[in-house]
C-alpha cells in the first residue's frame, strides 16, 4: 500500500497523467464540436487512427516531424469530410458511417502498413521523428512542479490551451452561436437563415481537426513509432467523456482527465506487479461507471422535468 501512495503522490504520476489525458483532450474536444451541432461523430476512432499512421510514414519518407504531422491532420480531415458527405449530402446514417470508417481505418492502415515496411504489427522498421518537448524556464527549475508541469510534448500544452480557445468559440463567437443553434433547433436555425448543413460540415471538420492532433500525438509523441489499432478504444472513450462534461469544454478537459488519471493508474499498479489483466481493464471500467452515473443523472433530471410539468396541470384541476 506504501509503495501505490508513493507512486501516486510523485511527480512522475502528475507528469503520466497530463501526457496520457493528451490524446483523450483533443479527442473530447472533437467529440464537442459535433455534439454542439448535433452530428455525434462515432468514427473519432477511425480519424486518430488514420492519422496517427500518416504522421508517422510521411515524416519518415520526408526527414520532417512537422511536414509529418500536417500530413496526419490533412489524413484525419478527410475522413471527418467523407463523413459528412456520407451523412449531410447522401443522407447515410450517421452511426453506420462513422463505424464503416472506424473499420476502413484500421483495416486499411494496417494493410499501407505492410505494403510500406513488410511489417503489420509496427512501423518499428522505419525511422521515425517526434515533434520536440519544452522545458518551461523557471518553472522546470521549481522542486516537483518542474517535474510534473516542464518537459512535456509541445502538443500536451496545445492541448490544454485549446480547451479554452474552444469554450471560447462555443460560447462567444458567431460561428458557436450558430452552432448551438443548429444542434438544439435544426428547423428554427434554418427560418432564421442559417445553413444547417454548412454549419455541420464545419463542426464535423473541425471535429477531425481535434481528432488529428490527438493521433498525432499518439505516433509522434505518446511514442515514437505507429502500431496497429494503437488508439486503443480513445475515440469512445472520448465520447464518454464529453458526456460526463456536457456543453462545455473545462468539463469536457476534467472528464478526460479522470480517464487520464485511470490509466495513469494502471500504469502505476503494472510497476508495482499488479496483474496486467486487472490494470488494463481499469480505464474501461472507469468508462462503465461513468457512463451509469452520467445516464443515471440523466434518468433523474428527467424525471424531475416531467414532475414540473405536470404539475400546474393537476392544480388547475384541483
Known amino acids: 500500500m506504501s509503495e501505490i501512495a508513493k507512486g501516486i503522490l510523485s511527480a512522475e504520476f502528475v507528469y503520466s497523467v497530463l501526457r496520457v489525458t493528451t490524446p483523450l483532450l483533443f479527442a473530447v474536444m472533437g467529440a464537442l464540436f459535433s455534439e454542439i451541432a448535433g452530428?455525434?461523430?462515432?468514427?473519432?476512432?477511425?480519424?486518430?487512427?488514420?492519422?496517427?499512421?500518416?504522421?508517422?510514414?510521411?515524416?519518415?519518407?520526408?526527414?520532417?516531424?512537422?511536414?509529418?504531422?500536417?500530413?496526419?491532420?490533412?489524413?484525419?480531415?478527410?475522413?471527418?469530410?467523407?463523413?459528412?458527405?456520407?451523412?449531410?449530402?447522401?443522407?447515410?446514417?450517421?452511426?453506420?458511417?462513422?463505424?464503416?470508417?472506424?473499420?476502413?481505418?484500421?483495416g486499411s492502415t494496417v494493410f499501407l502498413l505492410y505494403l510500406i515496411s513488410g511489417d503489420k504489427g509496427s512501423s518499428a522498421s522505419i525511422k521515425s521523428y517526434v515533434l520536440p518537448r519544452i522545458e518551461i524556464p523557471i518553472l522546470k527549475d521549481i522542486p516537483f512542479i518542474g517535474e510534473a508541469f516542464s518537459g512535456h510534448h509541445i502538443l500536451t500544452y496545445v492541448a490544454f490551451i485549446t480547451v479554452f480557445l474552444v469554450q471560447y468559440l462555443i460560447y462567444r463567437t458567431p460561428l458557436g452561436l450558430k452552432m448551438r443553434a443548429v444542434g438544439e433547433n435544426p428547423?428554427?436555425?434554418?427560418?432564421?437563415?442559417?445553413?444547417?448543413?454548412?454549419?455541420?460540415?464545419?463542426?464535423?471538420?473541425?471535429?477531425?481537426?481535434?481528432?488529428?492532433?490527438?493521433?498525432?500525438?499518439?505516433?509522434?509523441?505518446?511514442v515514437s513509432w505507429f502500431a496497429r489499432d494503437m488508439t486503443s478504444g480513445r475515440g469512445f472513450i472520448a465520447l464518454a467523456a464529453q458526456a460526463l462534461g456536457g456543453k462545455s469544454a473545462i468539463g469536457g478537459m476534467l472528464g478526460a482527465m479522470l480517464f487520464g488519471l485511470a490509466e495513469a493508474l494502471s500504469y502505476t499498479f503494472q510497476a508495482i506487479r499488479i496483474p496486467s489483466e486487472f490494470t488494463n481493464m481499469m480505464p474501461f471500467v472507469f468508462t462503465l461507471i461513468a457512463l451509469a452515473v452520467y445516464a443515471r443523472s440523466l434518468l433523474v433530471k428527467h424525471k424531475k422535468a416531467s414532475i414540473a410539468k405536470t404539475k400546474p396541470d393537476v392544480e388547475s384541476e384541483v
Not at 491532420?73 to 471527418?80: F, M
Not at 454548412?198 to 471538420?205: C, G
Open 187 to 222: 428547423e428554427a436555425a434554418e427560418s432564421v437563415g442559417i445553413s444547417v448543413k454548412r454549419v455541420r460540415y464545419i463542426a464535423l471538420l473541425l471535429s477531425g481537426l481535434m481528432a488529428g492532433f490527438g493521433g498525432v500525438f499518439l505516433s509522434m509523441g505518446y
Open 39 to 106: 452530428v455525434i461523430n462515432i468514427a473519432l476512432e477511425g480519424m486518430m487512427l488514420m492519422a496517427a499512421f500518416w504522421g508517422v510514414i510521411v515524416s519518415a519518407f520526408t526527414g520532417s516531424a512537422w511536414i509529418g504531422m500536417l500530413a496526419g491532420l490533412a489524413s484525419a480531415l478527410l475522413l471527418a469530410l467523407a463523413l459528412a458527405y456520407f451523412h449531410l449530402n447522401l443522407r447515410t446514417n450517421l452511426i453506420l458511417a462513422g463505424i464503416a470508417l472506424n473499420l476502413f481505418a484500421s
